[in-house]
């Protein structure tokens, strides 16, 4: 059976992880926590699944890599910087990152992605989530993985056409904009609205997470997939073949 080693293994998702994997054929090598040691996990797991914080990602990363351990990362609130160290290590080993690992965000990537295509720039793209009270990153992974398929589905960047919670006199929207807003509160596990806003009609593409084991289930199906792959960046749609 596959052994999986967890980063951030008493936190909210990981503790779900490690109830469902059996169920998903896979079994628990171990798990690491703030201020402890991601190496002797690395060596120990067939392939690692990081729900943590991005502070630890470089370390967790150099450990993966050093043991040659395939590693997915699901883990939010990343910047940049912590891209280009995910690229780089994509180099030595299988990565796969993703902001959110269910099945039905990943769909709604896609069709998000479609309809921005079709629409084209005159519709305005509004992004809306909801989280409990105890998240600490804004916007979630998965606005942001959605706003990156709205952008991709107009031959854009998002970094481009990104605007954050607007607040005070902002003015007018300027066309072609992806704007989020972020709502938190009591214990939602997370909620996801894409607004398409044209001339008097409105498309709302959305997705309720009732559950966490939606996102331990595809991060330990991601686990099986990724274990055997070769160096390289994976992404979910690869995953469940979408
Ligand atoms: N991609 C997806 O589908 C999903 C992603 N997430 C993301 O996963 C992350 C974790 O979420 P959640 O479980 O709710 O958060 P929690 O705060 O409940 O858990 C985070 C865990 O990481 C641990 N941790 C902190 N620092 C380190 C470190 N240096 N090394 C190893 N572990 C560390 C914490 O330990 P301690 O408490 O001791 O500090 C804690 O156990 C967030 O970024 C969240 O947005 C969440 C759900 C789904
Ligand atoms: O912190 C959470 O809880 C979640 N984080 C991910 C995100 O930032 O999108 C995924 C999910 O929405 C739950």
Known sequence: MT??????SEGRMGRVIATIAEDEGARIAGGVDAGGDPVPLAHAADVLVDFSTPAALESHLAAAVAARTPMVIGTTGLL?????????????????????????????????????????????????????????DAPSGTAVLLGEAAARGRRTTLNEERVDGRAGLVGARTEGTIGFSSLRG??????????FAGEGERIELGHRGEDRSIFARGAVKAALWLADRPAGRYSMAEVLGL
């Open 186 to 195: 009591g214990t939602v596990v997370g909620d996801h609205l894409v607004v």
């Open 3 to 8: 052994a999986i080693g967890i980063y951030g």
């Open 80 to 136: 940049p910087t912590h891209h280009a160290m995910i690229d780089r290590a994509a180099q030595e080993i299988a990565v796969l990152q993703t902001g959110n690992t269910s099945l039905g965000v990943t769909l709604l990537g896609i069709l998000v992605q479609e309809a921005a295509q079709r629409l084209g720039s005159d519709w305005d793209i509004e992004i809306v989530e909801m989280h409990h009270r105890h998240k600490v």
